[in-house]
T-cell receptor, first 115, second 114 residues
Framework: DAGVIQSPRHEVTEMGQEVTLRCKPISGHNSLFWYRQTMMRGLELLIYFNNNVPIDDSGMPEDRFSAKMPNASFSTLKIQPSEPRDSAVYFC?????????????FGPGTRLLVL | GQSLEQPSEVTAVEGAIVQINCTYQTSGFYGLSWYQQHDGGAPTFLSYNGLDGLEETGRFSSFLSRSDSYGYLLLQELQMKDSASYFCAVRECDSGGGADGLTFGKGTHLIIQP
């Protein structure tokens, strides 16, 4: 079975540009999470969805960040405009219904570099 | 809010046993999880403790004591492939009775020496 799919795997962009990260959760999973990982701050939860509805976006750092989940099989995380401090690895994770949401399945991540 | 403390680095010898500790401060949570992450890879779920006590999964075991706000991950028969970072994580109960996403510790880098 396919795991969580993220695209692109690597993104290099210039400051001020819009960046869109994409995620396809595992089929049948009803919770989706976006995390950001940096050396300084570690692994941080940005936002998560349950049944396509945003539940907690308190981790979204600024209004420049937005996330959507238009259907059960797709989510986007958008940064507009991007800044060098947004450089990080962005992970998407999903978890199935009926299990503790502690069991999360992570995608391979998108490595973002903002110049 | 939550905070989790774990050692930044632990070194052990191949074939030995190592314990990675995690202490936390949180007001009500569902349980303690452990994730493994190899360099350049994604976090992978290892173990979950919803109740106090020991959970065993092959060479890995995890323990939780809510009264002590403490947990640990125990790795036995260490192999070189176990060299990775290990994260403890909690999911806090929100004020509405629902659940927030995971809060991770900063991770423990485990170095295995031959």
């Amino acid at each position: 079975d396919a795991g969580v799919i993220q695209s692109p795997r690597h993104e290099v962009t210039e400051m001020g540009q819009e960046v869109t990260l994409r995620c396809k959760p595992i089929s049948g999973h009803n919770s989706l999470f976006w995390y950001r990982q940096t050396m300084m701050r570690g692994l941080e939860l940005l936002i998560y969805f349950n049944n396509n509805v945003p539940i907690d976006d308190s981790g979204m750092p600024e209004d420049r960040f937005s996330a959507k989940m238009p259907n059960a099989s797709f989510s986007t995380l958008k940064i507009q405009p991007s800044e060098p401090r947004d450089s990080a690895v962005y992970f998407c994770a999903s978890s199935p219904p009926g299990q503790a949401e502690e069991t999360q399945y992570f995608g391979p991540g998108t490595r973002l570099l903002v110049l | 809010g939550q905070s989790l403390e774990q050692p930044s680095e632990v070194t052990a010898v191949e074939g030995a046993i190592v314990q990675i500790n995690c202490t936390y401060q949180t007001s009500g949570f569902y349980g303690l999880s452990w994730y493994q992450q190899h360099d350049g890879g994604a976090p992978t779920f290892l173990s979950y403790n919803g109740l106090d006590g020991l959970e065993e999964t092959g060479r890995f075991s995890s323990f939780l004591s809510r009264s002590d706000s403490y947990g640990y991950l125990l790795l036995q028969e260490l192999q070189m492939k176990d060299s990775a970072s290990y994260f403890c994580a909690v999911r806090e109960c929100d004020s509405g009775g629902g659940a927030d996403g995971l809060t991770f510790g900063k991770g423990t880098h485990l170095i295995i020496q031959p």
